[in-house]
Nanobody
Framework: QVQLVESGGGLVQPGGSLRLSCAAS????????MDWYRQAPEKQRELVAT???????NYADSVKGRFTISRDNAKNTVYLQMNSLKPEDTAVYYC??????????WGQGTQVTVSS
């Protein structure tokens, strides 16, 4: 069984920064893509950033230039560095990993609130 645990969320003022982490544990083989999604109240879940096993990255237009996704394969961990945060970034952030032989695994979510 695979478990994904996120950390790093919290309350931050507009213009501030946060770094989210998501670590996978359990019987894990190769991990293809690692993603960060977010869901704001009364809105659909949206893909924020993706990083492939080849370290290719892709970002939602709303976060380009402000967020950076990275991964540490030795630790089965994905990170999301969020800078210049805006109130509209407020959401629950979820990590998702596509794992060989298992398919998708999801974290439980971590709350990010951007407010003065």
């Amino acid at each position: 069984q695979v478990q994904l645990v996120e950390s790093g969320g919290g309350l931050v003022q507009p213009g501030g920064s946060l770094r989210l982490s998501c670590a996978a544990s359990g019987s894990i083989g190769r991990i293809y893509t690692m993603d960060w999604y977010r869901q704001a109240p009364e809105k659909q879940r949206e893909l924020v950033a993706t990083i492939t096993s080849g370290l290719r990255t892709n970002y939602a237009d709303s976060v380009k230039g402000r967020f950076t996704i990275s991964r540490d394969n030795a630790k089965n961990t994905v990170y999301l560095q969020m800078n210049s945060l805006k109130p509209e970034d407020t959401a629950v952030y979820y990590c998702c990993m596509t794992i060989v032989g298992l398919g998708e695994a999801w974290g439980q979510g971590t709350q990010v609130t951007v407010s003065s």
